[in-house]
């Protein structure tokens, strides 16, 4: 039975390990940082401190299909016309989106896309998003998705991280790298004596 079964008794093959394991965050203790140090890198790196301009908007979506005759396109662009309409005429902005809009992402969420930069949005949403003023409603804008509507809820201005804003992250991401720096040596130390 065991020599016709020999498979069913097979092992996987081990090892027997033993291991020193270098932890940086152990290491982050002994580490320090001034705040010469800490000058110099906010000095010399300034683009990391940038802020990017973003805006926070709304917007209404109508799909048309790449390859829409011009008769659908015509009747998503009327039909975006008359949600336009109602909401210059007073009516609540999120409410239309969650009645009307087709983009199943932001719909539920009264159309609300969170704050993003130019560059996470496609070019002609973009241009139309950022000329807008915080409550102002754009006009229509097509997209390869549809017909968009986009009402602008408040605009972040970029700006740049003051040396005090920026002085911790500075601090965390230099004790970082040295912690591991120092948890390398130490561990290539220890090898050599092995």
Avoid: C, M
């Amino acid at each position: 039975y065991f020599e016709r079964h020999a498979e069913t008794y097979r092992t996987e093959p081990e090892v027997k390990v033993r291991y020193v394991r270098f932890a940086a965050a152990s290491s982050l203790e002994r580490v320090a940082v001034t705040d010469a140090e800490l000058r110099e890198e906010y000095d010399a790196n300034p683009d990391r401190f940038v802020v990017p301009k973003t805006v926070e908007a709304r917007h209404i979506l109508i799909r048309t299909a790449a390859d829409a005759s011009a008769e659908a396109v015509a009747a998503a662009r009327e039909k975006i016309a008359g949600i336009l309409a109602q909401a210059r005429a007073g009516k609540d902005f999120a409410e239309l989106a969650k009645q009307y809009s087709e983009d199943e992402g932001s719909r539920d969420e009264g159309g609300f896309l969170g704050a993003f930069r130019k560059e996470a949005v496609v070019a002609p949403f973009a241009e139309a998003a950022f000329a807008l003023a915080p409550g102002e409603i754009g006009e229509p804008v097509q997209t390869q998705f549809g017909w968009h509507l986009i009402k602008v809820e408040n605009v972040n201005e970029g700006r740049t991280r003051s040396f005090d804003e920026a002085k911790a992250d500075i601090a965390s991401r230099l004790k970082s790298e040295r912690a591991r720096n120092l948890a390398y040596d130490e561990a290539e130390a220890l090898f050599d004596a092995a």
